[in-house]
């Protein structure tokens, strides 16, 4: 899907004016977000726009919602009366093409006569590479609903959610505690035995292949969490890799982090990610 690219400032967090009128606009986007319809963007019969369709028919109860298709979204792009869910390339400032794909929520308004790149956007969570035609990380797209919906349900309740960006899911995975993590070996940036994993989590972490997680997240498997790694394509150094950790069973976003690719840092999550993730688990 090539129609939308984004320029990527930050994640998880609202994009509009400064000072007090921002937080009063910010304020009144979010108590509003119920009564406005969401146009969800499906352009094309690929798997990954069939998933968010389903996924959406399924789970998404914030507001009205109608799916519609690229050229419609076109026509009404800048009506302030919808907001839009989509797919979208993402880059960085310096950054000479897209790396990653995000699932990306943005309001309407004049701003979008410009493209996605001037838009005020809500939320966008990493979802795969650029040009994925395999789909390996679609499984995501049902927990990426539910968990779009929460940081709004969240916001509602405490406007300086929508200024905190990843931190305010940073600190989330306490509530990971008695509950099994699954990672696979690929995820891990570093060389972590399975001795050390067990004894760092206190025997409730696994090794399991890609598709075990993919399994567990499909099947919303209960007393468990598990980790998703979204890298670039190419894994080119200087771009970000994201590192999270969800619920299985009710698609909570309970850790968030990203990190520079480097030769010191490649992709996965890092000894320091491992280290505070684990800690709930020791006590």
Request: hydrophobic share 35%; charged share 25%; with cysteine.
């Amino acid at each position: 899907m090539r129609h939308f690219t984004i320029l990527v400032a930050t994640l998880l967090l609202y994009s509009g004016m400064s000072g007090q009128n921002f937080i009063s606009q910010t304020r009144k986007v979010f108590a509003n977000f119920g009564t406005k319809t969401t146009k969800v963007v499906i352009p094309s019969t690929t798997l990954a726009d069939l998933t968010l369709r389903d996924a959406v028919s399924r789970l998404w109860r914030i507001s009205p919602y109608e799916f519609c298709t690229f050229e419609e979204y076109e026509k009404i792009k800048q009506d302030t009366s919808y907001f839009f869910l989509l797919r979208a390339d993402g880059m960085y400032k310096k950054e000479l093409e897209p790396k990653i794909e995000y699932l990306t929520l943005v309001k309407g308004g004049p701003e979008q006569k410009n493209g996605l790149y001037s838009s005020h956007n809500i939320i966008n969570l990493p979802l795969q590479q650029s040009d994925d035609l395999l789909g390996e990380n679609l499984s995501v797209i049902p927990a990426y609903v539910s968990i779009i919906q929460d940081h709004i349900y969240g916001i509602q309740q405490d406007i300086t959610l929508a200024f905190k960006g990843t931190q305010s899911y940073s600190d989330r995975i306490s509530q990971a505690k008695g509950r099994k993590i699954l990672f696979s070996k690929e995820q891990i940036g570093y060389n972590l035995s399975e001795e050390d994993l067990q004894t760092l989590f206190n025997g409730s972490a696994s090794f399991v292949p890609g598709d075990e997680i993919e399994k567990a997240l499909t099947k919303s498997s209960p007393d468990t969490v598990v980790a998703v790694v979204i890298k670039p394509k190419g894994e080119s150094r200087g771009s970000f890799c994201y590192k999270m950790i969800i619920s299985a069973d009710n698609y909570k976003l309970l850790f968030f982090r990203r990190h520079k690719i480097g030769k010191s840092t490649p992709a996965g999550f890092t000894k320091e990610d491992i280290r505070k993730i684990s800690v709930p688990f020791l006590f």
